[in-house]
Nanobody, 119 residues
């Protein structure tokens, strides 16, 4: 079964940085857009960022613009989310998902990695 596996979460102080990784073990990795989502306790899931299959389209939620950077390494079949200037409100479970493009449905989801930012 083809899976997405997130890693890189943890506990960090406000102002700190983390880099999340999303490894997608599919032969056609280069054909997929990869999105990062987060869900905090008691809140709805929020789309944080997305990178298209070609890397030519990138989306960031307003709440993370200027602080988060998404990138992909097709040779490693991995998408990264570099998170700088972390705030307590960034605390959430972060999940990655694969789809045909950033604006459509996501067909395959990872299990998530927890990010906790202390004040």
């Amino acid at each position: 079964e083809v899976q997405l596996v997130e890693s890189g979460g943890g506990l960090v102080q406000a102002g700190g940085s983390l880099r999340l990784s999303c490894a997608y073990s599919t032969f056609r990795f280069a054909n997929y857009a990869i999105g990062w989502f987060r869900q905090a306790s008691g809140k709805e899931r929020e789309r944080v960022s997305c990178i298209s299959a070609s890397g030519g389209y990138i989306y960031y939620a307003d709440s993370v613009k200027g602080r988060f950077t998404i990138s992909r390494d097709n040779a490693k079949k991995t998408v990264y989310l570099q998170m700088n200037g972390l705030k307590p409100e960034d605390t959430a479970g972060y999940l990655c998902a694969a789809g045909s493009n950033c604006l459509g449905a996501y067909n395959n989801w990872g299990q998530g990695t927890q990010v906790t930012v202390s004040s």
